[in-house]
C-alpha cells in the first residue's frame, strides 16, 4: 500500500503545483485592438536599460511614444507607471520575447500593422532574419495530398503574421 500512498503525495504536490499562481497558461492574443497608434515606429532600442531605474532586463517599448523604455511589472514597473500616468500609452513592446501587449485590453495582441516593428525588434535582437512559417503539401500513398503549416523548412512560403 505504500505505492498508493506515494502515488496521492505525487498527485498531491502536482496539484498544488498547478494551483500555483505563476503557473504557466495558454495565452490567445487578440487580432484586432482599437489602442494601436496610428503611427508605428520601426526604430527600436533593444539594449537600451529602462529609462527610469537602469534595470538591463524585462523592458518594453511603448509604441505611442517610440523611444520610451521602461521596465516590466514583473522588475519595478515603470511601463505600467507610464500608461497610468498617459492613458493613451496603452500599447507596448516586450524587448524580453517580442510581444506587443495592450494595457487597456489587458491581453497581447497579433495585428499585420505590428509586424515591421516586431520585424525590427527581431533582427535587433537576434542579428538574423526570423523563421518563416511554410506550408508543406505531403502524398500520402494515394496521392491525395494534406498541408501543414511548419517553422522554416521548404515549401511555398506565407506570411507569418506573429
Given at each position: 500500500m505504500t505505492d498508493t500512498n506515494d502515488d496521492i503525495k505525487l498527485a498531491q504536490a502536482l496539484q498544488e503545483q498547478f494551483?500555483?499562481?505563476d503557473f504557466g497558461f495558454?495565452?490567445?492574443?487578440?487580432?484586432?485592438?482599437?489602442h494601436i497608434p496610428n503611427s508605428i515606429a520601426t526604430q527600436v532600442f533593444i539594449d537600451t536599460p529602462c529609462q527610469s531605474c537602469n534595470e538591463p532586463k524585462e523592458n518594453w517599448q511603448c509604441l505611442t511614444c517610440d523611444h520610451t523604455v521602461l521596465?516590466?511589472?514583473y522588475r519595478n514597473g515603470?511601463?505600467?507607471?507610464?500608461?497610468?500616468?498617459n492613458k493613451d500609452h496603452a500599447v507596448c513592446l516586450s524587448y524580453s520575447d517580442l510581444s506587443v501587449w495592450c494595457f487597456v485590453c489587458e491581453n497581447y495582441i497579433v495585428n499585420e500593422a505590428l509586424d515591421n516593428l516586431k520585424h525590427a525588434a527581431y533582427m535587433a535582437k537576434f542579428g538574423e532574419e526570423p523563421p518563416q512559417a511554410?506550408?508543406?503539401?505531403?502524398?500520402?500513398?494515394?496521392?491525395?495530398?494534406?498541408?501543414?503549416?511548419a517553422a522554416g523548412g521548404s515549401g511555398s512560403s506565407s506570411s507569418n503574421k506573429q
Open positions: 494551483d500555483r499562481p495558454a495565452v490567445e492574443p487578440i487580432t484586432t485592438c482599437p521596465c516590466s511589472r515603470h511601463m505600467l507607471d507610464h500608461f497610468e500616468k511554410s506550408t508543406l503539401v505531403v502524398q500520402d500513398n494515394q496521392g491525395a495530398g494534406s498541408s501543414s503549416c
